[in-house]
């Protein structure tokens, strides 16, 4: 699934794994991740909250959940999911804050986004990001933002070797990730969504 990009190959081997043993959170976890990436949302959540029954602490359990709800573009639920699970263990704030930002920024809600960037920034010692980006919003509005958030994203994000030598397993979920609903209808977006397999 992650780096061949054989999703239909990768449904039969964690099928087979939960029949081997149906209570591994963690096939259940995995096969949630393959079955959004197809773009089976009542499926894959099923299965993430399957996993989640069978390990409720797990904070990779909790995350993707809040993600495949977020795929599925169901934001009210995304959002209360990020919440909970960052009540349930606060080392898990700064995690579900950024997926908070995530779920705002496709709704339009910058004032909640920000705040999101706020709470995260507490953890990760970067309060001087999320004021920039309050402040070119207030500024520029929308435009100002997602400027600065690009300008942040190039200072700060750096491509992990091993996605250049292999395949970035992220990029499986371009089919359904809701930030690229815009792009879908240009012919490059479509190709490359063929070459991964995810059209």
Not at 91 to 107: I, M, P, T
Request: some cysteine.
């Amino acid at each position: 699934m992650a780096y061949d990009w054989d999703c239909a190959a990768a449904e039969k081997e964690y099928a087979r794994a939960i029949e081997l043993n149906a209570n591994y959170a963690t096939a259940h976890h995995w096969y949630s991740h393959c079955l959004v990436i197809m773009g089976r949302f009542p499926e894959g959540i099923g299965e993430i909250q399957q996993a989640h029954e069978l390990d409720p602490l797990s904070m990779t359990i909790n995350d993707f959940w809040a993600l495949a709800l977020y795929y599925s573009r169901d934001y009210a639920q995304a959002v209360a999911q990020f919440r909970a699970m960052a009540d349930l263990d606060p080392s898990a704030r700064s995690a579900a804050s950024y997926g908070l930002v995530d779920v705002y920024e496709q709704q339009g809600d910058y004032a909640h986004a920000l705040e999101a960037w706020r709470n995260m920034s507490l953890s990760s010692g970067k309060a001087q990001d999320a004021a920039a980006l309050a402040s070119a919003y207030a500024s520029a509005g929308p435009g100002g933002y997602w400027k600065k958030r690009i300008e942040l994203a190039q200072q700060q994000r750096s491509t992990p070797p091993l996605d250049l030598a292999k395949r970035s397993a992220w990029l499986n979920f371009m089919g359904c990730e809701p930030a690229f609903d815009t792009l879908r209808a240009d012919f490059r977006f479509r190709k490359l969504a063929r070459e991964v397999g995810v059209s």
